[in-house]
């Protein structure tokens, strides 16, 4: 006999670690302050661990989309900032701009795979996945040509991206919370 569990839905928490992690990192690549400590602990914890977290409970819902969806995107975070911190130094190794390229290159490309997913879905987290496909684009982009123009436009596509999950997770807990749709999803 299996176990039968009963966890509330964790994409909340999901896509606020995503969504404010996301807008903190677009508004340094908008140039409004510098890469420090505040966005990287972001990264790590509310990017980073709490999207893992929430993916580990997607399993456990059988959401096979959001628990692959919220680890990866986790994993994501912490393997970011495990680069611009430069922790793989010690052991000899640094970051290329070329294969930082292909890291966002690659990231867009599952996030394209995880758009289409969304289509059978509601409008919001289409925005959301829609923007992050074009946001890692355009850091690929903007990583390639060492343009600081295109990661401004990364900054701005950062904030509209984070801002979609961050208004997706509101409406997600509203709704659940009145138990009627207060904001449309």
């Known amino acids: 006999m299996s176990a039968q569990y009963n966890v ?9 670690g995503f969504g404010m992690t996301t807008v903190i990192l677009a ?3 908008l140039g409004l302050f510098g890469l420090d400590s505040t966005i990287l602990a ?9 999207q893992v977290i ?3 409970m997607e399993f456990k819902r059988n959401n096979m989309f959001g628990a692959t969806a919220f680890t990866s995107y986790g994993l994501f975070w ?10 793989m130094g ?3 190794f640094v970051s290329d701009p070329n ?14 795979v995880f758009f289409v997913g969304t289509l059978r ?15 890692f684009f355009v850091l690929a982009v903007g990583t390639y040509l060492d343009s600081e123009i295109t990661m401004r436009i990364a900054g701005v596509v950062g904030v509209i991206c984070g801002g979609s999950a961050f208004y997706t997770a509101s409406a997600e807990i509203l709704n659940d919370k009145y138990e009627e749709q207060k904001l449309p999803l």
């Open 121 to 135: 879905g509601g409008k919001s987290l289409q925005v959301v996945f829609l923007t992050l496909t074009t946001l």
């Open 78 to 87: 912490i393997a970011l900032v495990t680069v611009k911190t430069g922790m």
């Open 54 to 56: 929430a993916g580990i």
């Open 8 to 16: 509330a839905n964790p994409s909340a928490l999901g896509l606020l």
């Open 42 to 50: 972001m990264g790590i914890f509310y990017g980073g661990a709490a």
């Open 99 to 112: 294969s930082m390229t292909a890291f966002f290159f690659l990231w867009g490309m599952l996030t394209l």
């Open 90 to 92: 010690s052991f000899g």
């Open 27 to 29: 508004l340094h690549n």
